[in-house]
């Protein structure tokens, strides 16, 4: 339901998780790139963020807000377990598993590969016995 969804978003959650904002460039322009930010306060619809690299304060609209994942040790294997589902999450859970030589996630049965060729990691996915099982 769209409201309920609108509702969920212009709430705060129990204890406020890291959000996602567009990145501006040199110029002030928004580019196509994420930066993780806190929420520093909440009013009248708007929301005051810190940017947790260049510590930056901006103040959006509630409804702009993209809530980061608190993703587990490994990452998570089926992106569609995860709470929120937008570009930002799902390229940040990819880089999390990519970062620990996790190089297969899924999203429901699609699986996604970040650089399957890197051979210390899909080493064992080539070994000669499996490649004979599937020619």
């Given at each position: 339901?769209?409201?309920?969804?609108w509702r969920t978003q212009?709430?705060?959650?129990?204890?406020?998780?890291?959000v996602y904002v567009p990145?501006?460039?040199?110029?002030?322009?928004?580019?196509?790139?994420?930066?993780?930010?806190?929420?520093?306060?909440?009013?009248?619809?708007?929301?005051?963020?810190?940017?947790?690299?260049?510590?930056?304060?901006?103040?959006l609209p509630a409804e702009?807000?993209?809530?980061?994942?608190?993703?587990?040790?490994?990452?998570?294997?089926?992106?569609?377990?995860?709470?929120?589902?937008?570009?930002?999450?799902?390229?940040?859970?990819?880089?999390?598993?990519?970062?620990?030589?996790?190089?297969?996630?899924?999203?429901?049965?699609?699986?996604?590969?970040?650089?399957?060729?890197?051979?210390?990691?899909?080493?064992?996915?080539?070994?000669?016995?499996?490649?004979?099982?599937?020619?």
């Amino acid at each position: 339901d769209a409201t309920r969804l609108w509702r969920t978003q212009m709430e705060a959650p129990a204890s406020e998780p890291l959000v996602y904002v567009p990145a501006g460039d040199e110029k002030g322009e928004v580019s196509l790139l994420y930066e993780e930010a806190r929420v520093l306060s909440r009013a009248d619809g708007a929301v005051t963020l810190e940017t947790l690299e260049s510590g930056e304060v901006r103040t959006l609209p509630a409804e702009q807000l993209l809530y980061a994942n608190e993703l587990p040790e490994e990452g998570v294997e089926d992106m569609t377990r995860l709470n929120y589902l937008h570009e930002p999450a799902l390229l940040a859970n990819l880089r999390h598993r990519f970062a620990r030589d996790h190089v297969y996630t899924y999203t429901g049965k699609i699986c996604i590969a970040v650089n399957p060729f890197n051979w210390q990691v899909s080493k064992p996915l080539y070994v000669e016995s499996l490649l004979r099982t599937y020619r």
